[in-house]
């Protein structure tokens, strides 16, 4: 759909918004608020005596572009000196302080809700005249994230900082309050048009990554030949397997293995999403930033056909099969074979939701951040095999099935990333006037 420009342009004086709408104001952003509140403490006055616990607002709530109460922490009444300001209708809430990627961000607060107050990280913006929605589409504006990252450049890379003085002299287009209301009412519906769009497609994705373990788990515990007798594994998450395949217990198929690291073998990475990599990784290709020794002897070897997990992350996903020689961090665990057996086959049978909890169970610690799976409760964990060359044959089905399965969902998030590109695109050029919605907002 293509809309309609403004009759008669004039110069902004602002070099990214370029030309607005002749009618327009474009001044810094103090002028189109009255207010803005950070850091006020919350007295024992201030709420009524029976409320033992405050909301407190998360910064992911905002980062998302809404208030949801369902997604707030509580702080106990002892702690209230600690929050700010309670929440009202009609305000932004702006992170202040954050990420690179959060900083800036904001929300739209809808609805009050008693009892729910805002960190001291988060500013609440007052806009009473001008229209609060508006104001919250700038904020999704790239030219608005410009302005943030302009402001920001130069301080910490992991956390940064915005200034109120910084904050209120961005650049806003400023159109009457009455227009301002028409643009956002226009991008309330067009929004909701693609966001359900882009909420089909999530719902696709979701059900491929379903049916994509539903395939892998019957055909690393069932087999592919659906006319096989069964027996019972006495294994309640494994149920019937084929009565040709064997049940083992993994300590007697693996046995650990602690060879010493050597200068000349790749350090080689195990992430709960991609499982043991083919390569040493630079920082930027890893998950998460990984300290390394300068002496690799300190480093545990592996061999093509090793299995390693991370002890802390082992029920999440962190763990697979080696395919090159190199070496691993001395807080994995190295599980070397002690029979024929395709290591990627017991690799897909621990990656099945089942097999997952069942090493969440294993695994001890007070919480599931400090959760650990040590080599003595791994071992006990059951599965079945069928002889090596079916094995074999079962991985090649299923490296098939889930490459369609992998193509489809790669559509999926394309679509998600073009309808994203299409909504970003749209609010910038409706909030700084490049098309005119006056006709199209109801």
């Given at each position: 759909m293509s809309f309609p420009r403004y009759p008669s342009y004039k110069a902004s004086g602002v070099d990214?918004?370029?030309?607005?709408?002749?009618?327009?104001?474009?001044?810094?952003?103090?002028?189109?608020?009255?207010?803005i509140e950070s850091g006020t403490s919350v007295n024992a006055t201030d709420t009524p005596a029976d409320i033992d616990e405050l909301?407190?607002?998360?910064?992911?709530?905002?980062?998302?572009?809404?208030?949801?109460?369902?997604?707030?922490?509580?702080?106990?009444?002892?702690?209230?000196?600690?929050?700010?300001?309670?929440?009202?209708?009609g305000t932004v809430i702006v992170s202040r302080m954050n990420t690179p990627d959060l900083v800036g961000a904001a929300g739209l607060v809808k609805t009050a809700r008693a009892g729910i107050f805002l960190p001291d990280r988060l500013w609440q913006v007052t806009v009473e005249g001008s229209d609060p929605a508006y104001v919250h589409y700038w904020t999704l504006t790239s030219e608005y994230r410009s302005q943030v990252q302009m402001a920001c450049s130069g301080t910490s890379s992991s956390m940064q900082n915005l200034s109120q003085a910084q904050f209120s002299s961005f650049a806003f287009p400023n159109p009457p309050r009455s227009e301002q209301t028409a643009i956002a009412s226009f991008l309330d519906r067009e929004t909701a048009k693609i966001d359900a769009l882009m909420a089909e497609q999530r719902i696709l994705i979701?059900?491929?990554?379903?049916?994509?373990?539903?395939?892998?788990?019957?055909a690393v515990t069932k087999g592919l030949n659906s006319d096989a007798p069964m027996k019972e594994s006495g294994v309640e998450w494994l149920g019937q397997v084929p009565t040709h395949w064997e049940v083992f217990?993994?300590?007697?198929?693996?046995?650990?293995?602690?060879?010493?690291?050597?200068?000349?073998?790749?350090?080689?990475?195990?992430?709960?999403?991609?499982?043991?990599?083919?390569?040493?990784?630079?920082?930027?290709?890893?998950?998460?930033?990984?300290?390394?020794?300068?002496?690799?002897?300190?480093?545990?070897?592996?061999?093509?056909?090793?299995?390693?997990?991370?002890?802390?992350?082992?029920?999440?996903?962190?763990?697979?099969?080696?395919?090159?020689?190199?070496?691993v961090s001395p807080a994995y665990v190295v599980a070397r074979p002690l029979r024929e057996v395709l290591t990627e086959f017991v690799e897909q049978t621990l990656r099945t939701p089942p097999a997952v909890e069942e090493?969440?169970?294993?695994?001890?610690?007070?919480?599931?951040?400090?959760?650990?799976?040590?080599?003595?409760?791994?071992?006990?964990?059951?599965?079945?095999?069928?002889?090596?060359l079916e094995q074999g044959s079962i991985m090649d089905a299923v490296r098939s099935q889930t490459d369609r399965f992998d193509a489809l969902t790669a559509?999926?998030?394309?679509?998600?990333?073009?309808?994203?590109?299409?909504?970003?695109?749209?609010?910038?050029?409706?909030?700084?006037?490049k098309i005119d919605v006056r006709g199209c907002a109801q």
């Open positions: 990214w918004m370029g030309d607005v709408p002749e009618h327009w104001s474009p001044a810094p952003f103090r002028y189109a608020m009255t207010g909301g407190v607002l998360k910064t992911s709530c905002v980062y998302r572009g809404f208030f949801d109460p369902e997604e707030n922490k509580t702080v106990i009444a002892e702690d209230r000196d600690r929050v700010s300001c309670p929440l009202r209708a979701e059900l491929l990554k379903e049916k994509r373990q539903a395939v892998i788990f019957h217990r993994l300590g007697s198929v693996f046995v650990e293995a602690n060879d010493q690291g050597a200068e000349d073998l790749p350090i080689l990475t195990v992430s709960i999403h991609n499982g043991v990599s083919d390569k040493e990784l630079d920082e930027y290709e890893m998950d998460r930033k990984v300290t390394r020794s300068d002496d690799r002897t300190k480093y545990k070897g592996v061999k093509p056909g090793d299995l390693v997990y991370n002890m802390m992350r082992a029920w999440q996903g962190g763990f697979g099969a080696v395919t090159v020689e190199g070496q090493m969440r169970r294993l695994s001890y610690g007070v919480a599931d951040f400090r959760l650990r799976l040590y080599w003595q409760n791994f071992k006990t964990i059951v599965i079945a095999l069928p002889p090596a559509e999926a998030e394309q679509a998600i990333a073009l309808l994203q590109e299409r909504r970003t695109a749209l609010i910038s050029a409706a909030v700084t006037g």
